[in-house]
T-cell receptor, first 111, second 113 residues
Framework: LAKTTQPISMDSYEGQEVNITCSHNNIATNDYITWYQQFPSQGPRFIIQGYKTKVTNEVASLFIPADRKSSTLSLPRVSLSDTAVYYCLVGDMSGSYIPTFGRGTSLIVHP | DTEVTQTPKHLVMGMTNKKSLKCEQHMGHRAMYWYKQKAKKPPELMFVYSYEKLSINESVPSRFSPECPNSSLLNLHLHALQPEDSALYLC????????????FGPGTRLTVT
């Protein structure tokens, strides 16, 4: 099971771009990288998923270098409502995969 | 409809009580999950049901008993809980089991007195 490491917390200001990096040095060939966002007292919400290079959707971009040992979630022009905990998960698509949330990164966006 | 519903929102129970948490989804998903989340901690997986069969039990104490009556419903039966079991209990579903997009419910805030 690939272990993930993220910064515990980050601070930013409205309008800035925020990049949160996740390390997963022992990622396996079949593993994908998935990011979730969680607001207090709510369930996590899926943000983005990728395998390699770059993935972009209406919410965020995910950058994965060639060695896939890390990934970066990029949030463009954050607002106060982006204040949340962001989790990086790594695993395969098999039914035996055990979803494991690491400690996550607590992002605080300031006015 | 991309919603996972959970009832009740809040539950207070004594250590001798028996109660149940309920979860429902109508997205046609065939995998459903129970997670436990303590304050300022990440969600911890408890159980995974795949095609209505229990596929993963993360060594959860027997005082927690999951049940999947059909593909849309997931229950968690609680009996003889301890105060340290107080937490937010989250239900989630996905099309199939695996690292695929999970849809989470809002959770049930459980307090054991």
């Amino acid at each position: 099971l690939a272990k993930t490491t993220q910064p515990i917390s980050m601070d930013s200001y409205e309008g800035q771009e925020v990049n949160i990096t996740c390390s997963h040095n022992n990622i396996a060939t079949n593993d994908y990288i998935t990011w979730y966002q969680q607001f207090p007292s709510q369930g996590p919400r899926f943000i983005i998923q990728g395998y390699k290079t770059k993935v972009t959707n209406e919410v965020a971009s995910l950058f994965i270098p060639a060695d896939r040992k890390s990934s970066t979630l990029s949030l463009p022009r954050v607002s106060l409502s982006d204040t949340a905990v962001y989790y990086c998960l790594v695993g395969d698509m098999s039914g035996s995969y055990i979803p494991t949330f690491g400690r996550g990164t607590s992002l605080i966006v300031h006015p | 409809d991309t919603e996972v519903t959970q009832t009740p929102k809040h539950l207070v129970m004594g250590m001798t009580n028996k109660k149940s948490l309920k979860c429902e989804q109508h997205m046609g998903h065939r995998a459903m999950y129970w997670y436990k989340q303590k304050a300022k901690k990440p969600p911890e997986l408890m159980f995974v049901y795949s095609y209505e069969k229990l596929s993963i039990n993360e060594s959860v104490p027997s005082r927690f008993s999951p049940e999947c009556p059909n593909s849309s419903l997931l229950n968690l039966h609680l009996h003889a809980l301890q105060p340290e079991d107080s937490a937010l209990y989250l239900c989630a579903s996905s099309q199939v089991a695996g690292l695929v997009e999970q849809y989470f419910g809002p959770g049930t805030r459980l307090t054991v007195t």
